[in-house]
């Protein structure tokens, strides 16, 4: 008995950081998910909520590794201070690559496929691999070193535990930079155990989208040594003039042989080149412990020395390890659950921290940020903020974000604004990195963002500058004068959409005129449905349909982004009601829809039905609720969120992408999430957990209790709103942020009087 309470009394000890496991979906592998598109693509080192550093391992620098990182791979080439989460495209960042090492000097990293002592990476331990919220640790096996690190906010930290040997070394690669190549490096010796210096990473050295992205950013650092500088040097690495410096081009025995012959300047102490690094070497005792600390910034030095000498004053590691577990805590518990298995913890906790890595800050200590102009600029009333995979993210993460943090949404939206301005562009852009306008995917997705904020009361930006750049995007990327998009589904659909959305905006604004407009142009959706195969079609400038295909709208591609017709003809969230008339009517909908869950694999990997591994269906769950079968809703989210999730390397079915796919699960799990962002709407489904609390701002309480919840009984029977009979499929956003209790008697068959009432 006593040890059963003493059991009991260490897991109540457990805090939500305790249950954040970031290998949840830190792998690449194509194989894995019977698709390019590949797993989760997160990476398990150690940053804080929201911030600019994430100091992490990686294993290879080009292909589609996002993260830099996938755990199936068996050797490491450093640790870098900057990374992407959850993204395709082949990825950015992976800046400032610091590597701990014995014996002769390597200046390249060797390929992952290399044999072992080739270049500087090393083997690991994997039962040595730990990763929790704020840290990361691994042995490397060739080298017999312990590697930790942690992060702050602006800042990482390394604590490296050496053997014994004369020629032990921390080395830093300048050029890296996942999917390509920074294409100057500056490094300068600053006193006896601190350097300073800069990256400059462009289209022209690969990145984003292998250089098409657009990415072109300047990482400066500032960086520090426990042990005293009095063996160092610098390597630099003569890249011929016109050489290609993009993914492939590095990736060649070529260029890596560029860099294995680097010349070796020993005791220099300030170098400026193409491809440089630096290290420092000294001899180490069984067991010594080495620190390096260094801020980072976008702005520059002084930026990076004031962000550093801001947070991290000593070389205590383990006291800024215990911080950054705080700052998670802190964070996390702007959720708290209670009922849920040991699995459904770390799923869930692990999915808020993925839903907290981004839109990370990129101003300094001292609110400077680089801005779309190259120039520096301050804000006071804001945080820049960076990585907005907007066609993502809209569905699912911004919506949870105007809940647990408003602030963070005004922040993102107020980067943006400014950003069209600092460019002259004048537009809003869809996915944005480091002030980039990259164009990936379609849709405007940064004014359904605005709308959804702007419905909700969330305005501390300028309405007027954003509602005209918002009018400006539509008019510029929209269905135009056809009432469609030529040879799209996925485009007409979307923008449709966004005019709704837009609409929304300018209601509020009582531009009544302007209102009108984009409702009607709303409707263009209808303008590409084909009554003869009773599906939306894509049509050419002419008017004339595409040929219809073999697989019919199960093809994938057909008229489609990342998805085939089926699946993206649910996405007309602003005017259901219209879209069940097109398709006669709600019971063959409903036919039609569970057929669509019903075909879909049990795993939920790719497939061409139900594919939550990627963003268009996500909504389609929650459709049921509005087509009068909300037991349906419940049923459904309650087997995705079993199945789709698990505390497992491969536990993501599809790419993280900027905290979607975590955030979706946050929502479905607590018994709510959006249909329509822009609309106030949250649909209610059923919850996984006995008892939610949402710890709002001012201090206000939303609970959702769930009496009689299991893995069994999943219906909702009943529900009580503050003590009042509630008898809505929804609940509105302003209902929840006032604070309240949402009660809800659950069962094991459905209920199919709940829910239906308007």
């Given at each position: 008995?006593?040890?059963?309470?003493?059991?009991?009394?260490?897991?109540?000890?457990?805090?939500?950081?305790?249950?954040v496991n970031p290998?949840?979906?830190?792998?690449?592998?194509?194989?894995?998910?019977g698709?390019?598109?590949?797993?989760?693509?997160?990476?398990?080192?150690?940053?804080?909520?929201?911030g600019?550093?994430?100091?992490s391992?990686?294993?290879?620098?080009?292909?589609d590794?996002?993260?830099?990182?996938?755990?199936?791979?068996?050797s490491?080439?450093?640790?870098?201070?900057?990374?992407?989460?959850?993204?395709?495209w082949?990825?950015?960042?992976?800046?400032?690559?610091?590597?701990?090492?014995?014996?002769?000097?390597?200046?390249?990293?060797?390929?992952?496929?290399?044999k072992?002592?080739?270049?500087?990476?090393?083997r690991?331990?994997?039962?040595?691999e730990k990763?929790?919220?704020?840290?990361?640790?691994?042995?490397?096996?060739?080298?017999?070193?312990?590697?930790?690190?942690?992060?702050?906010?602006?800042c990482?930290?390394?604590?490296?535990?050496?053997?014994?040997n004369?020629?032990?070394?921390?080395?830093?690669?300048?050029?890296?930079?996942?999917?390509?190549?920074?294409?100057?490096?500056?490094?300068?010796?600053?006193n006896?155990?601190?350097?300073?210096?800069?990256?400059?990473?462009?289209?022209?050295?690969g990145?984003?989208?292998?250089?098409?992205?657009?990415?072109?950013?300047?990482?400066?650092?500032?960086?520090?040594?426990?042990?005293p500088?009095k063996?160092?040097?610098?390597w630099?690495?003569?890249?011929?003039?016109?050489?290609?410096?993009?993914?492939?081009?590095?990736?060649?025995?070529?260029?890596?042989?560029?860099?294995?012959?680097?010349?070796?300047?020993?005791?220099?102490?300030?170098?400026?080149a193409?491809?440089?690094?630096?290290?420092?070497e000294?001899?180490?005792?069984?067991d010594?412990?080495?620190?390096?600390?260094a801020?980072?910034?976008?702005?520059?030095m002084?930026?990076?020395?004031?962000?550093?000498?801001?947070?991290?004053?000593?070389?205590?590691?383990d006291?800024?390890?215990?911080?950054?577990?705080?700052?998670?805590?802190?964070?996390?518990n702007?959720?708290?659950?209670?009922?849920?298995?040991?699995?459904?913890?770390f799923?869930?906790?692990?999915?808020?921290?993925?839903?907290?890595?981004?839109?990370?800050?990129?101003?300094?200590?001292?609110?400077?940020?680089?801005?779309?102009?190259?120039?520096?600029?301050?804000?006071?009333?804001?945080?820049?903020r960076?990585?907005?995979?907007?066609?993502?993210?809209?569905?699912?993460?911004?919506?949870?974000?105007?809940?647990?943090?408003?602030?963070?949404?005004?922040?993102?939206?107020?980067?943006?604004?400014?950003?069209a301005g600092e460019?002259?562009?004048?537009?809003?852009?869809?996915?944005?990195l480091?002030?980039?306008?990259?164009?990936?995917?379609?849709?405007?997705?940064?004014?359904?963002?605005?709308?959804?904020?702007?419905?909700?009361?969330?305005?501390?930006?300028?309405?007027?500058?954003?509602?005209?750049y918002?009018?400006?995007?539509?008019?510029?990327?929209?269905?135009?004068?056809?009432g469609y998009?030529?040879?799209?589904?996925?485009?007409?659909?979307?923008?449709?959409?966004d005019?709704?959305?837009?609409?929304?905006?300018?209601?509020?604004?009582n531009?009544?005129?302007?209102?009108?407009?984009?409702?009607?142009?709303?409707?263009?959706?209808?303008?590409i449905?084909?009554?003869?195969?009773?599906?939306?079609?894509p049509?050419?400038?002419?008017?004339?349909?595409?040929?219809?295909?073999?697989?019919?709208?199960?093809?994938?591609?057909?008229?489609?982004?990342?998805?085939?017709?089926?699946?993206?003809?649910?996405?007309?969230?602003?005017?259901?009601?219209?879209?069940?008339?097109?398709?006669?009517?709600?019971?063959?909908?409903?036919?039609?829809?569970?057929d669509?869950?019903?075909?879909?694999?049990?795993?939920?990997?790719?497939n061409?039905?139900?594919?939550?591994?990627?963003?268009?269906?996500?909504?389609?769950?929650?459709?049921?609720?509005?087509?009068?079968?909300?037991?349906?809703?419940?049923?459904?989210?309650?087997?995705?969120?079993?199945?789709?999730?698990?505390?497992?390397v491969?536990?993501?079915?599809?790419?993280?992408?900027?905290?979607?796919?975590?955030?979706?699960?946050v929502?479905?799990?607590?018994?709510?999430?959006?249909?329509?962002?822009?609309?106030?709407?949250?649909?209610?489904?059923?919850?996984l957990?006995?008892?939610?609390?949402?710890?709002?701002?001012?201090?206000?309480?939303f609970?959702?209790?769930?009496?009689?919840?299991?893995?069994?009984?999943?219906?909702?029977?009943?529900?009580?709103?503050?003590?009042k009979?509630?008898?809505?499929?929804?609940i509105?956003?302003?209902?929840?942020?006032?604070?309240g209790?949402?009660?809800?008697?659950?069962?094991?068959?459905?209920n199919?009087?709940?829910?239906?009432?308007?």
């Amino acid at each position: 008995m006593l040890c059963c309470l003493a059991m009991a009394a260490h897991a109540q000890l457990k805090t939500a950081a305790d249950y954040v496991n970031p290998f949840i979906g830190a792998s690449t592998s194509a194989d894995k998910a019977g698709i390019y598109h590949g797993l989760g693509k997160t990476f398990p080192g150690a940053t804080t909520p929201y911030g600019m550093v994430q100091v992490s391992p990686n294993t290879v620098t080009g292909g589609d590794n996002g993260p830099g990182y996938s755990y199936e791979h068996q050797s490491i080439e450093g640790f870098a201070f900057t990374q992407m989460s959850g993204i395709g495209w082949y990825g950015d960042l992976g800046n400032f690559l610091v590597m701990p090492a014995t014996g002769k000097l390597k200046t390249s990293s060797g390929k992952l496929e290399d044999k072992p002592g080739t270049g500087y990476r090393s083997r690991y331990d994997k039962q040595s691999e730990k990763a929790s919220a704020g840290y990361y640790t691994v042995q490397l096996t060739d080298y017999n070193i312990k590697a930790e690190m942690t992060a702050t906010p602006h800042c990482g930290m390394l604590r490296f535990t050496f053997p014994a040997n004369k020629q032990s070394r921390i080395q830093i690669d300048l050029a890296r930079r996942v999917g390509g190549t920074s294409t100057e490096q500056y490094v300068k010796v600053v006193n006896e155990n601190t350097i300073e210096g800069w990256m400059k990473c462009t289209p022209g050295g690969g990145g984003w989208g292998n250089g098409d992205g657009k990415a072109s950013y300047t990482v400066y650092f500032y960086a520090q040594f426990s042990k005293p500088l009095k063996k160092y040097g610098i390597w630099n690495a003569h890249i011929p003039d016109g050489a290609d410096r993009k993914r492939k081009a590095i990736e060649s025995d070529q260029y890596q042989q560029w860099i294995a012959d680097a010349t070796v300047e020993k005791s220099i102490k300030e170098k400026q080149a193409k491809h440089i690094g630096f290290y420092t070497e000294f001899a180490t005792k069984a067991d010594e412990q080495v620190v390096m600390k260094a801020g980072i910034s976008f702005v520059n030095m002084e930026g990076a020395k004031k962000n550093l000498e801001a947070e991290i004053t000593g070389w205590g590691f383990d006291n800024i390890h215990q911080h950054a577990v705080d700052l998670w805590n802190d964070k996390l518990n702007v959720i708290k659950i209670d009922g849920a298995t040991e699995e459904q913890n770390f799923v869930f906790y692990t999915a808020l921290y993925h839903t907290m890595i981004d839109p990370r800050i990129v101003s300094d200590i001292d609110g400077n940020y680089t801005g779309g102009d190259n120039k520096i600029h301050r804000s006071a009333t804001f945080n820049k903020r960076s990585i907005f995979s907007g066609w993502d993210v809209f569905r699912s993460q911004f919506p949870l974000q105007t809940i647990i943090n408003p602030t963070l949404v005004n922040d993102m939206i107020n980067s943006l604004v400014t950003l069209a301005g600092e460019t002259d562009s004048n537009y809003l852009e869809r996915w944005e990195l480091l002030n980039a306008y990259s164009g990936c995917m379609l849709g405007n997705p940064a004014v359904v963002i605005l709308a959804d904020a702007f419905v909700k009361g969330i305005r501390s930006y300028d309405v007027a500058k954003a509602y005209q750049y918002a009018v400006n995007t539509n008019e510029r990327f929209g269905n135009g004068t056809l009432g469609y998009t030529a040879g799209s589904i996925s485009k007409t659909l979307e923008y449709a959409f966004d005019d709704w959305c837009l609409s929304q905006i300018a209601s509020g604004l009582n531009k009544t005129g302007d209102a009108k407009k984009y409702a009607a142009r709303s409707l263009d959706y209808k303008n590409i449905w084909d009554s003869t195969h009773q599906w939306f079609r894509p049509r050419n400038e002419d008017g004339i349909w595409e040929p219809w295909p073999k697989d019919g709208r199960l093809a994938d591609g057909y008229g489609t982004a990342e998805s085939n017709p089926y699946q993206q003809g649910w996405f007309v969230p602003h005017d259901v009601e219209g879209m069940v008339a097109l398709m006669s009517g709600k019971e063959k909908v409903i036919a039609d829809l569970e057929d669509f869950f019903n075909k879909t694999p049990k795993n939920f990997m790719w497939n061409s039905y139900y594919n939550h591994a990627n963003e268009p269906v996500h909504h389609v769950p929650f459709l049921f609720n509005r087509l009068g079968a909300p037991w349906l809703t419940q049923q459904w989210t309650r087997i995705i969120c079993d199945s789709a999730y698990h505390n497992a390397v491969e536990g993501l079915v599809g790419n993280e992408d900027v905290g979607q796919m975590s955030a979706w699960y946050v929502l479905a799990a607590v018994g709510i999430h959006p249909v329509c962002p822009g609309s106030t709407k949250m649909e209610i489904t059923s919850p996984l957990f006995k008892q939610v609390e949402l710890h709002l701002q001012q201090g206000k309480t939303f609970s959702i209790i769930a009496k009689n919840n299991s893995s069994t009984n999943i219906y909702i029977q009943r529900a009580l709103f503050n003590g009042k009979v509630y008898n809505k499929s929804y609940i509105d956003y302003f209902d929840i942020m006032n604070g309240g209790t949402l009660e809800l008697i659950m069962g094991e068959q459905p209920n199919k009087s709940f829910g239906v009432s308007k």
